[in-house]
């Protein structure tokens, strides 16, 4: 049975940083693509950040480029997000999720097979 789990979330000033982790587990294979979506109340689930199998790819969303960073620890199973410069925009529920299919990099919610609880980002201003 594959499973999530996110932690690393709270409450931050603007301006803050912050690094999510996601350590997975059941798996039977590591490298799928791994990827973070946030949501914040009356909205729907979107696409942050995604890394490849190999960890030599990222994609972001623009709302984070150049602020947020996504990367993977094979022993650990774990990926992680850094979340620099963070905004009031960027409150939410953070969650992670993996893509089997091996298809790139997607920002698709539908796409990715595997989904953790999430962990609450609040960025106060």
């Known amino acids: 049975q594959v499973q999530l789990v996110e932690s690393g979330g709270g409450l931050v000033q603007a301006g803050d940083s912050l690094r999510l982790s996601c350590v997975a587990s059941?798996?039977?294979?590591?490298?799928?693509?791994r990827g973070w979506f946030r949501q914040s109340p009356g909205k729907e689930r979107e696409f942050v950040a995604a890394?490849?199998?190999?960890?030599?790819?990222?994609y972001y969303a623009d709302s984070v480029e150049g602020r947020f960073t996504i990367s993977r620890d094979y022993a650990r199973h774990t990926v992680y997000l850094q979340m620099n410069s963070l905004k009031p925009e960027d409150t939410a529920d953070y969650y992670c999720?993996?893509?089997?299919?091996?298809?790139?990099?997607?920002?698709?919610?539908?796409?990715?097979?595997?989904w953790g609880q999430g962990t609450q980002v609040t960025v106060s201003s």
């Open positions: 999720a993996i893509d089997r299919a091996n298809m790139g990099l997607r920002r698709g919610a539908s796409f990715y097979d595997y």
């Open positions: 059941g798996l039977t294979f590591s490298s799928y693509v």
């Open positions: 890394i490849s199998g190999s960890g030599g790819s990222t």
